[in-house]
C-alpha cells in the first residue's frame, strides 16, 4: 500500500502543467561565424596538402565548403558547442569522387562494388567533425566518415564499408 501511495505521489508531481515551470528564457548565442568568421580559409585532409576551402552564411547559418582540387569535397554546417574554441561540423559529400562506386548503375554489382541503394547511400552519407581551435589559430579535428570498396578488390566477391577518421585541419588563407 506504502508503494502505491509513493507511486501515486510521484505520478502527480510528473502530471504538473508546463505553465507552472519557470519560462525559457534564451541564453546569449554564439555564433559560429564569431568562432570561424566567413571567409577564404585552407584546408587539408590526413596527410594531403592544403586545399582552397570557404566559410559561408545562408540563412543564419555557416557553412564550411570544401571543393576546389580536394579528395573529398564536402559541405558541413558549422555548429557552436557550450566550450569556446570548439565547433562541430555535419554534412555530405559535395561529390562521391573515390568514396562510392562511380561506375555506371547497370555496372554496379557485376563489374563495380555495391547495388544502386548503396551507391546512392555512400554518395548521401553524413560526414562528422568535431573541430578544436589550437593555438596557432589552427582548426583540428577527426573527420569520420566511409568508403565502399570490393572484397579483394573483385567486385564478384562482394563490398564493404570501410570507416575512416582523418585529420581535418581548417586555417584561414594568407
Not at 571567409?39 to 545562408?58: A, F, I
Not at 558547442?81 to 555496372?107: F, H, R, V, W, Y
Request: hydrophobic share 35%; net charge positive; charged share 25%.
Amino acid at each position: 500500500m506504502l508503494r502505491l501511495c509513493g507511486l501515486a505521489a510521484l505520478l502527480s508531481l510528473l502530471a504538473v502543467p508546463a505553465a507552472s515551470a519557470a519560462p525559457y528564457e534564451n541564453g546569449k548565442k554564439d555564433t559560429p561565424g564569431k568562432r570561424m568568421p566567413v571567409g577564404d580559409y585552407q584546408c587539408s585532409l590526413g596527410s594531403y596538402r592544403y586545399k582552397p576551402c570557404t566559410v559561408s552564411e545562408r540563412d543564419g547559418n555557416f557553412y564550411l565548403t570544401v571543393t576546389a582540387g580536394a579528395r573529398f569535397p564536402f559541405e558541413g554546417q558549422l555548429l557552436p558547442t557550450d566550450e569556446k574554441g570548439q565547433l562541430i561540423l555535419l554534412g555530405a559529400p559535395s561529390s562521391a569522387g573515390e568514396l562510392c562506386p562511380t561506375c555506371a548503375d547497370d555496372q554496379l554489382g557485376v563489374e563495380c562494388a555495391g547495388d544502386v541503394a548503396e551507391k546512392a547511400a555512400c554518395a548521401a552519407q553524413p560526414v562528422h567533425a568535431s573541430l578544436r581551435r589550437g593555438k596557432n589559430g589552427v582548426w583540428t579535428g577527426e573527420l569520420l566518415h566511409y568508403l565502399v570498396r570490393a572484397v579483394d578488390g573483385d567486385p564478384k566477391k562482394g563490398w564493404y564499408r570501410l570507416g575512416l577518421t582523418e585529420k581535418l585541419r581548417v586555417r584561414r588563407a594568407k
